[in-house]
Every structure is written in C-alpha cells, then in structure tokens.
C-alpha cells in the first residue's frame, strides 16, 4: 500500500514537472515572430558554411509536436498532414531552409521549429512564433544612425525611471516580422536570437544600462531597432532607425551622361572607368586612320603623263620602296636632241 502510494506521489511530480518544463518552452523567447497572412514565409537560413544534408519543420503545441514538411538532398521533398501541397521551400541560399505556407488559416497560428542539418557544421534551429495581424503595432523610430556596409552598429539604452528591471529585450521590427537579438531576464537567463549568434556584442551586467554591437553590417540589416525595458512600474522603448548610405552613389569618381534637358544617367566609378577607355580607344583608332589616311594622300604618285625636255619626272620601284628623302627629290630625265637630217645634193 506504501509502495503504491510512493509511486503515485512520484508519478503526480514527474507530471507537474514535465508541465513546468513544456510552459517554459513555449514561453521562451522565440528568435522571430511572423505575421499571419494568406502566403507567409517563414525564414529559416544557417548562417554557417557547409553543405545542406536535411531540413525539418514542425509545429509545436500543448498536445505535442506536428510534422510539417522534410527536405533533403537526395530524397527531396515530403509534407505531412494538413501541410501537404501548401508547403514550398525558397532553397535560395545554399544553407537556405526557409519555407512559404499557402492558403493559411487561424488553425496555423503558433509555434514553429526549423531544424537544418549541416556538414560538417552539425545541427542548427530557429523558433518561430505566427501571431494574428492584430498583435503587430506599427513602430516609428525616435532617431536615426547611419552605418556604412561592413561597419559595426552599437546600440545603447538606458533607464531612466524608478522601479526594478525584470528584463530587457532588443528587436528588430519589421513589417511582416519582429527578430530576437538579445533577451537579458536578469533573474534568469540570457538568450541569443539565432540570427545573431555568431556576429553579436551585448552588455546586459546592469539592469539599467544595457547595449548591443552587431558586427558586419549589411543591406538587410537596415530596418527599425528597439530596445523594451520591461519593469514593475511599467515599460520603456526606444527606438533607433538603422539605414546605410546609397551603396554607389558616394564613390570618389563618378561620371554623368547628359541625355536630354534635365536628364542624366549616373555612372559609377567602375563603370566610368569602362566608358572613360572606350572613348580614349575610339579616339585613338580614329586619329590613327585619319593619320594613315593623310600618309596615303601626300605619297601618293601622280598619273603618267608625256615629258618634255628637262621636266621632272616621276620614278617607280616595283621591287622596293625606296628612302622617302630620295622618293622626295626631283629627278630630271636628259633626253638626247637627235641630229638633223639635211638633204643631199
């Protein structure tokens, strides 16, 4: 009676505990939230280098774990369930295991697990969380920074108001998406968005100061940045708009090629350089065709006509060409006067 007592008291904790752990999943946070919408992507790209073996995709829940869609290499595509025939894999990149969800409902709303096996890198996984439209709120950024491609982005926030700090989380916004970057829970755990794993600084030893340095910007990095300071008197945001300068347009030697009034084509300095030396190459031909032209003209020899005495005349060398100072001079032609002829007697 003891024993089976025991036993239904250690069976009561393991399902308590196993319920904690399941809440806790789900209530972590995820590395992107994706709006709800008839087609939706969901982005899911290892940012490794390798070669792709397999990718999966499931759909989590209370009740357990949905099977999506599999890729792999050699045996390709297969959807299960409900999913088969709405699922497309984008396989834009070469460690790419992003997907596009046709025909979507409210049924597709939750939590969603991409897992891309790699070589020899091994396993890498993103959570994803869908949420209905309603729950996105259009952000406008306080103020502005400009980074030039390649260069780090550093992003400072502080608290200026009374209360204690239960965490701090830094995001990217977007229209259709919200990316993790950090999630400091100081009486937690620190959480690193899996996008951001592998080019990310972060400061999160004070509750009232905290920042982040991304390195090696690019031109899908520009978009609204926020830090939200969650505490017990409420919460703060702030907001900083991340764009980079018009790659090409601040080169040091640019060219502009006037079509018309009031319109001009811009040339960038690579592309300035190409047409700088088409032009100088068709100068150069020309001139030198005009030259050999003119040559041709001044050495050309006259037509053949009768000589008197004493006139100059023109000599050929059929076999070679002759110096041209000797082809310059003159050369006159004796001609004998012949004797007259007198009548005899």
């Not at 792709?52 to 989590?60: A, D, G, P, T």
């Not at 980074?147 to 550093?154: Q, R, S």
């Not at 080169?251 to 190409?274: D, P, R, V």
């Not at 050929?316 to 006159?332: A, G, L, V, W």
């Amino acid at each position: 009676m003891e024993a089976t007592q025991k036993d239904n008291w250690y069976f009561m904790v393991l399902l308590i505990v196993f319920s904690l752990c399941k809440e806790t999943i789900l209530k972590r946070p995820v590395d992107s939230t994706v709006k709800l919408q008839k087609d939706m992507t969901l982005k899911c790209v290892c940012p490794w280098r390798g070669n792709l073996s397999m990718v999966s995709w499931e759909k989590r829940t209370n009740k357990g774990k949905e099977q999506v869609a599999v890729y792999h290499t050699t045996f390709g595509t297969t959807t299960k369930g409900r999913f088969n025939g709405r699922v497309t894999f984008v396989n834009s990149l070469p460690l790419d295991g992003s997907i596009i969800i046709n025909q979507t409902t409210d049924d597709d709303l939750g939590f969603y697990h991409c897992s891309i096996q790699t070589f020899p890198g091994g396993s890498w996984s993103k959570n994803i969380l869908v949420e209905n439209a309603g729950n996105f709120i259009t952000t406008k950024s306080e103020t502005e920074a400009v980074v030039e491609k390649g260069h780090n982005f550093t992003l400072n926030c502080r608290y200026n108001q009374n209360g204690t700090v239960y965490h701090v989380a830094f995001e990217k916004i977007g229209e259709k998406s919200k990316d993790t970057i950090v999630f400091c829970n100081f009486s937690d755990a620190i959480y690193i968005g899996s996008d951001y794993k592998n080019r990310i600084l972060f400061d999160c030893s004070s509750a009232l100061h905290a920042s982040i340095l991304i390195t090696n910007i690019t031109e899908e990095d520009g978009g609204i940045y926020q830090c939200h300071f969650s505490t017990e008197t409420g919460n703060q945001t702030t907001t900083v708009s991340l764009n980079g300068p018009k790659w090409g347009m601040n080169e040091k030697m640019s060219l502009y090629i006037f079509t018309g009034k009031n319109t001009f084509i811009y040339i960038g300095a690579a592309a300035a350089g190409i047409v700088v030396l088409i032009i100088v190459a068709t100068s150069v031909s020309f001139l030198h065709r005009r030259k050999k032209k003119l040559m041709r003209v001044k050495f050309q020899p006259g037509k053949r006509r009768q000589h008197n005495k004493y006139e100059p005349a023109a000599v050929y060398d059929k076999m070679k060409r002759r110096p041209k100072q000797q082809e310059m001079d003159d050369i006159y032609i004796n001609l004998p006067n012949q004797p007259r002829r007198t009548k005899k007697k």
